[in-house]
């Protein structure tokens, strides 16, 4: 277990509500790559959840000769994104609307609005790095090929909605991206919904990564 600095356990507000979190985790993710390979691990893979599947992307992005495959788990495109989503879906249909459609429809000013004003406190508290491109995992996804990726998410996830990882999987390279939607599952539940197409889609991906690691040896040796 890892204890995030910018989403320490125990923490509060909770980790998912901590707008550090959305910034600043990738780099503790990129610190435990460094300190297996100081371990002696050469090659190693990338696995997270919600706020970590963004860590685990944007690590492999920034350590290309060193993460050789990412799994990433109920994904977001981008922090504005996540932030929009979370405000629509959890703040107002969730906590305050208790799912009234009717009442979302006629709230729908005021729940834009409401976005808008969150959307420039949190870039705000975040500062002019949450504004690079290389911090939206968006625009890494063409990069991470040829390494192989596993996209994941509930199709019924309640805090951040499958068409992130649909719109991550189209700026991937569909020959080394696996996605998968699975049927009915919340946020970070797949395991729970599906235990055995959950580990019999990890263990693909840690098998092609063990194959494209052999292929860097390889290529390593003849030089």
Same mark, same amino acid.
């Given at each position: 277990?890892?204890?995030?600095?910018?989403?320490?356990? !125990?923490? +509060?507000?909770? !980790?998912?509500?901590?707008?550090? +979190?959305?910034?600043?985790?990738?780099?503790?993710?990129? /610190? /435990?790559?460094? *300190?297996?390979? +100081?371990?002696? *691990?050469?090659?190693?893979? @990338?696995?997270?959840?919600?706020?970590?599947?963004?860590?685990?992307?944007?690590?492999?992005?920034?350590? !290309? &000769?060193?993460?050789?495959?990412?799994?990433?788990?109920?994904?977001?495109?981008?922090?504005?994104?996540?932030?929009?989503?979370?405000?629509?879906?959890?703040? *107002?249909?969730?906590?305050?609307?208790?799912?009234?459609?009717?009442?979302?429809?006629?709230? @729908?000013?005021?729940?834009?609005?409401?976005? =808008?004003?969150?959307?420039?406190?949190?870039?705000?508290?975040?500062?002019?790095?949450?504004? $690079?491109?290389?911090?939206?995992?968006?625009?890494?996804?063409?990069?991470?090929?040829?390494?192989?990726?596993?996209?994941?998410?509930?199709?019924?996830? +309640?805090?951040?909605?499958?068409?992130? @990882?649909?719109?991550? /999987?189209?700026?991937?390279?569909?020959?080394?991206?696996?996605?998968?939607? /699975?049927?009915?599952? $919340?946020?970070?539940?797949?395991? &729970?919904?599906? !235990?055995?197409? *959950? =580990?019999? =889609?990890?263990?693909?991906?840690? $098998?092609?990564? @063990?194959?494209?690691?052999?292929?860097?040896?390889?290529?390593?040796?003849?030089?």
């Amino acid at each position: 277990m890892l204890d995030l600095w910018a989403a320490p356990i !125990p923490a +509060s507000p909770p !980790p998912c509500l901590s707008p550090l +979190s959305l910034l600043f985790q990738h780099l503790d993710a990129i /610190a /435990a790559v460094k *300190f297996m390979k +100081s371990r002696g *691990f050469k090659h190693l893979v @990338t696995i997270g959840t919600s706020i970590g599947a963004v860590s685990a992307l944007l690590a492999a992005h920034r350590l !290309p &000769d060193d993460v050789v495959g990412v799994a990433a788990e109920n994904p977001f495109t981008t922090i504005l994104d996540n932030v929009e989503g979370l405000v629509h879906k959890v703040a *107002f249909e969730r906590v305050l609307l208790r799912r009234n459609q009717a009442a979302m429809f006629m709230c @729908t000013p005021v729940r834009r609005a409401v976005t =808008r004003m969150t959307k420039w406190r949190i870039m705000q508290k975040l500062g002019p790095t949450a504004h $690079d491109p290389d911090m939206q995992a968006v625009n890494v996804m063409a990069h991470l090929a040829p390494r192989p990726v596993l996209l994941m998410h509930g199709t019924e996830d +309640s805090l951040i909605d499958h068409s992130h @990882t649909v719109e991550l /999987a189209k700026q991937a390279s569909s020959k080394h991206t696996e996605v998968w939607l /699975a049927e009915g599952a $919340d946020h970070t539940v797949l395991y &729970d919904k599906h !235990p055995e197409e *959950f =580990r019999e =889609r990890v263990f693909r991906l840690l $098998d092609r990564a @063990t194959a494209y690691a052999a292929t860097l040896d390889e290529r390593e040796a003849a030089t």
